[in-house]
């Protein structure tokens, strides 16, 4: 296979030639935003080669592809990835460096693509790159906000959010592809027209529309010329090439035309984990998805004349249940334009659906209320009517007599659509992302569903891009790696396990230890440049990182943070290893008890880090805006990975993972991927702690716990909890905790109380986390246990996961591309 020959004094050229056509401006005068712009045109001019032949090649060999749907795609920024992944790095590198610029700071000019809020958006992305870097045809299907996930600034302590304006300068890298725009259609009523031979044909009239307008970005193998494409859908008021409503009058419909396509795109929902129920999301998740079915549908028109075929050639996965309207709007495409029965179109219905659930959260399920998506939806919703009759007589045929069933499994009940039983109801493939997680749904939350369908149910765990997170984010430890074991790892993870032979090896423990020294340094300096605090780099880096909510438990983290320095007050001689803990999150606007939780730290850390009678051996930080380029930063400086989630709570967690690939010990709970990240690198190189999934749920299913036999039982914990109501963090407004309080200890009723336990679990983490200050000074033995660490991460490669979902559900073709021919 031949590849892309970097060419430096061509580069060069161009360059000084796009920052002129760009900007009338010398390179010399350009200033590192404008390099930045110019030098992203340049690397598109290779990319564009390669996406051309890839998808010649998808054309030729006509492969089977995936579209991958998601309402986010959390990419972080591109260039920097695309170069390492064309192999043009170091090339680059240098030709900027004869410019006169640095690349890490024109790299650093990009804004991030911020189209989703944490775990499944960033999953999404790193799916992508691994499809790409195997050479699977796939599209990510999903939606050009014109706002991504907001900025997030502190002032005086609290979150504000400011808007992400990621498009203001313009992105380089896409391609707008009005050719494929389709309209998407809203509201209205169906009339049912009977034709000659007694067909029913439903035709929906007095609708409003928009135009989807498809945005492609390049989406870039890793040293294979295979370059995919994200697509991401834009909208545009219909009429500026349907005049029709103008014609015959009707200014209203036009302007209310106009505002829906503007409000559609308009801006991500922040919240993660979390259903919210508004109208305008559903109108996001039925745009974007009527137009890329339509799309893949068109597309596979073009090519072949058999419908009933669609499966063969063509797969949806649903990433939640967000884009679960895929499958009645692919059943009215085949009933209404394709002119099938029923019987036809479900079976290639649910031949061509699968899906993926992210969470066992009661509060994450979407259900709409039937007046609302009637209202948006008539057809789609005669559809769901129609599944639901369907699904429940088949209910009522398995089971007999069994109304319960009917209750617990009914697509449509209690007034609402159930998006996770329509999802589950039209696919062939249901997937958990962790081994625990898919257990818990088989055996309790989708247990009636797994044993209807038990052949639908598997699992496929979680991974993450090595490209990224140690390749791009830790160039250090990357280079150290391929110096000791060869650089097969950065396209077969599990090499890494080579590695072991080093844990033992005192030179490279100092090695090691070294880079991670290096890059806490590099950390360090950006905290000191965005925050304004000093930490300390020879301190333990204990990082949690992650969306801020309750069930994650940063509260924990922070009374025990709290805990400490009552300690060290009783006794500042007290033995401890010097101490960071950083904290990064964003909490969704309107969650209340989150922003708090950011509040309270930072009071925390006002008062600790300006308490010169501890001698530093505490410190505090909150990191601002935390987002894919600089999470990249803190992986890679950290000592410690807190998972600390309620078990049975977090579906998988990706963060732990990235931790680990940098050689991060976890000190967590036995949840999500936690689970299986243990039994790769041994419970001796991991500090785990807290209750099990069994035990929650066993605590659950009677109705909780009294925290009150805690408080009233441990001096140390009434003594932190007590700080968070008489003005120890906040002398000016005693009451500013209350609510942080209340919900861990609400005396009126104990059912609410903790329902994360928090006080239930601290004891055992406060253990734990003595434990790590013990390890930590026998830095041989932490070294090692992190070199482990990173030898045995070798599962947690998205590529593994990606490698699976194709093994096991989606069947793709893998397509090599030449650039010869
Ligand atoms: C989200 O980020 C996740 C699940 C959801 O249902 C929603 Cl709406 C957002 C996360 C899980 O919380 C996390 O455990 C998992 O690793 C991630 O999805 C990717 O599967």
Known sequence: MSSYQFNKEEFKQEVTSNVKNLFRRTIAEATPK???????????????????????????EDAKTLYYMSMEFLMGRALGNDIINIKARDGIREALDELGFDLNVIEDQERDYALGNGGLGRLAACFLDSLA???????????????????QEIKDGYQIEAPDDWLRDGNPFEVRRDEYAVEVKFGGYVRTEC???????????????????????????????????????????????????????????????????????????????????????????????????????????????DIHKLPEKVVFQMNDTHPTVAVPELMR?????????????????????????????????????????????????????????????????????????VRSMAIIYDGQVKMAHLAIAGSFSVNGV???????????????????????????????????????GNELLA?????????????????????????????????FMNIKYQNKLRLARYIKENNGIDVDPRSIFDVQVKRLHEYKRQLLNI??????????????????????????????????????????????????????????????VFIEDYRVSNAEWIFAAA??????????????????????????????????????????????????????????????????????????????????????????????????FRDLYNSLLNTLSTSKADTYFNLKDFRSYAEAQKRVDQAYRDEKWWAKAAIMNVACSGKFTSDRTIQQYVDEIWHLDKVTVDMDE
């Open 34 to 60: 404008q390099v930045f712009q110019a030098v992203a045109y340049a690397v598109k001019d290779v990319l564009i080669d390669e996406w051309i032949a890839t998808h010649k090649e998808y054309e030729k």
């Open 133 to 151: 870097t195997l050479g699977y045809p796939a599209y990510g299907c999903g939606i050009r906000y014109k706002y991504g996930m907001f900025k």
């Open 195 to 305: 034709d000659q031979y007694g067909r029913n044909h439903f035709i929906q009239e007095n609708y409003q529309s928009v135009r989807a307008v498809p945005y492609d970005l390049p989406i870039v193998g890793y040293g294979n010329n295979v370059v995919n494409t994200l697509m991401i859908w834009d909208a545009e008021p219909i009429n500026t090439f349907n005049l029709e409503s103008f014609d015959k009058g009707d200014y209203q419909t036009a302007v209310e035309q106009e505002n829906l396509a503007k409000n559609i795109v308009e801006v991500l929902y922040p919240n993660d984990n979390h259903y919210a129920g508004k109208e305008l999301r559903l109108k996001q998740q039925y745009f974007f998805i009527s137009a890329s079915v339509q799309r893949a549908v068109n597309k596979f028109k073009a090519k072949h004349d």
């Open 333 to 405: 495409i085949l009933l209404d334009e394709e002119g099938l029965t029923w019987e036809e179109a479900w079976d290639i219905t649910t031949k061509t659906c699968a899906y993926t659930n992210h969470t066992i959260m009661a509060e994450a399920l979407e259900k709409w209320p039937l007046e609302l998506f009637s209202r948006l939806l008539p057809r789609i919703y005669q559809i769901v009517e129609e599944i639901n009759r369907r699904f429940v007589e088949r209910i009522r045929q398995t089971y007999p007599g069994n109304e319960e069933k």
């Open 434 to 472: 962790a081994q625990l997680h898919t257990e818990i749904l088989k055996s309790k939350v989708l247990k009636d569903f797994y044993e209807m369908d038990p052949w639908k149910f598997n699992n496929k765990t979680n991974g993450i891009t090595q490209r990224r997170f140690l390749l791009h």
């Open 479 to 511: 280079n150290w790696v391929t110096d000791k074991i060869g650089d097969e790892w950065i396209t077969d993870l599990p090499h890494i396990k080579k590695l072991a032979l080093y844990a033992d090896d005192e030179k490279c423990q100092q090695e």
């Open 559 to 620: 009374l025990h943070v709290m805990y400490l320095y009552n300690q060290l007050k009783d006794n500042p001689e007290m033995d401890m290893v010097p101490r960071t803990f950083i904290f990064g999150a964003k909490a969704a606007a309107g969650y209340k008890i989150a922003k708090l939780t950011i509040k309270l730290i930072n009071s925390v850390a006002d008062v600790i880090n300006n308490d010169k009678s501890i001698k530093g051996k505490i410190k505090v």
């Open 639 to 736: 000592d410690v990975s807190e998972q600390i989630s309620t078990a049975s709570k977090e579906a998988s967690g990706t963060g732990n993972m990235k931790f680990m690939l940098n050689g991060a010990l976890t000190l967590g709970t036995m949840d999500g991927a936690n689970v299986e990240i243990v039994e790769e690198v041994g419970k001796e190189y991991s500090f785990i702690f807290g209750m099990t999934s069994d035990e929650v749920i066993a605590y659950e299913t009677r109705g909780g716990y009294n925290p009150m036999d805690i408080f009233n039982n441990d001096q140390d914990i009434r003594r932190v909890l007590m700080q968070l109501i008489n003005g120890y963090y906040a002398p000016n407004n005693t009451e500013l």
